[in-house]
Antibody, heavy 120, light 111 residues
Framework: EVLLVESGGGLVQPGGSLRLSCAASGFTFSGYPMTWVRQAPGKGLEWVSVISGSGHTIYYADSVQGRFTISRDNSKNTLYLQMNSLRVDDTAVYYC?????????????WGQGTLVTVSS | QSVLTQPPSVSGAPGQRVTISCTWSSSNIGAGSDVHWYQQVPGTAPKLLIYGNSNRPSGVPDRLSGSKSGTSASLAISGLQAEDEADYYCQSYDSSLSAYVFGGGTKLTVL
């Protein structure tokens, strides 16, 4: 069974930093791109970033470009999201998901999510 | 404002059929980009319902179906059940931005 478990969320002040982790199991982790998607309270889904299986190809949403860094450790089957210069509008549940198929691919499955709250 | 446009809400009585639309501009989503659909019950993670415009993962009942034509896609749910009450999102890929995009979501209410 494919399982994704996020951790690392919490309360942080504006301008602060946080690192999220996503532990993967049940599939060949290095063989798949992985992605982060977030959902602000009461709002819809917003794609954040994607990383290729090798880690060599990375893309970000404009809203986080230059502040967030996605990475992965294939030896530990773990995906990361380093979030710096956090803003109040970064408050959201952050989900990691396995990306399937090509560039136009889909996300399946998703982790349970971890809540990040940016507030003073 | 989402690249993909969905109606904020739809509703139907048990047993009825409802459709949820997802539309976009051809300048954003190319003809080669597929559309995928997710269901999210409040308080839980999204779940894949339809991939590649019209394909159902195993375990998704055949009363759910997807289609795509031109600059729009649709998710149809027939034989509506109480358990279908949830939020539904379409998703695709904007190759001009190298970015994945979601619709704003549609809340389905079973009357």
């Amino acid at each position: 069974e494919v399982l994704l478990v996020e951790s690392g969320g919490g309360l942080v002040q504006p301008g602060g930093s946080l690192r999220l982790s996503c532990a993967a199991s049940g599939f060949t982790f290095s063989g798949y791109p992985m992605t982060w998607v977030r959902q602000a309270p009461g709002k819809g889904l917003e794609w954040v970033s994607v990383i290729s299986g090798s880690g060599h190809t990375i893309y970000y949403a404009d809203s986080v470009q230059g502040r967030f860094t996605i990475s992965r450790d294939n030896s530990k089957n773990t995906l990361y999201l380093q979030m710096n210069s956090l803003r109040v509008d970064d408050t959201a549940v952050y989900y990691c998901a396995k990306k399937v198929a090509g560039s136009s691919g889909w996300f399946d499955p998703w982790g349970q999510g971890t809540l990040v709250t940016v507030s003073s | 404002q989402s690249v993909l446009t969905q109606p904020p809400s739809v509703s139907g009585a048990p047993g009825q059929r409802v459709t949820i639309s997802c539309t976009w501009s051809s300048s954003n989503i190319g003809a080669g980009s597929d559309v995928h659909w997710y269901q999210q019950v409040p308080g839980t993670a999204p779940k894949l319902l339809i991939y590649g415009n019209s394909n159902r993962p195993s375990g998704v009942p055949d009363r759910l179906s997807g289609s795509k034509s031109g600059t729009s896609a649709s998710l149809a749910i027939s034989g509506l059940q109480a358990e279908d009450e949830a939020d539904y999102y379409c998703q695709s890929y904007d190759s001009s931005l190298s970015a994945y995009v979601f619709g704003g979501g549609t809340k389905l209410t079973v009357l």
